[in-house]
């Protein structure tokens, strides 16, 4: 495989793998009252980029899931929608985390389990 390929596939491989894990760090973001620009700045200082286009449609879907409310305040001149996880979202969020981190070390586990090979040989071959 040549090197672009194969970094282009490391790629979407990272976002897809990202991607996956998006609902849960919003929801443990929102046990306090944000609005989601703030939201998007307070995930990006702890490590996790996130765009408006897939933010808000996400926001939007939690809320319609009964994970989350949202409430508009008015600040100086303009509203903002401000988004506060739900009793119903703190239950699911205990057992997204829960189930985080048993896979996480189950794949621990796996990771620390293989010896990284060299370009996928193996020494039978």
Known sequence: MKTTEMNDQLLNLTQELRRGALPLAVLSMLRENKYGYALITDLD????????????PMLRRLESQGLLQSSWII??????????????????????S?????????????????????????ESD
């Open 45 to 56: 200082s702890r490590g996790i980029e996130i765009d408006q286009g897939t933010l808000y």
């Open 75 to 96: 600040e100086g001149t303009r509203p903002r929608r401000y988004y506060q996880v739900s009793a119903e979202g703190i239950q699911v969020l205990e057992a997204l």
């Open 98 to 122: 829960a189930e985080w981190r048993s896979l996480n070390m189950v794949m621990e586990n796996l990771l620390g389990a293989q010896p990284v090979n060299d370009g996928g040989k193996n």
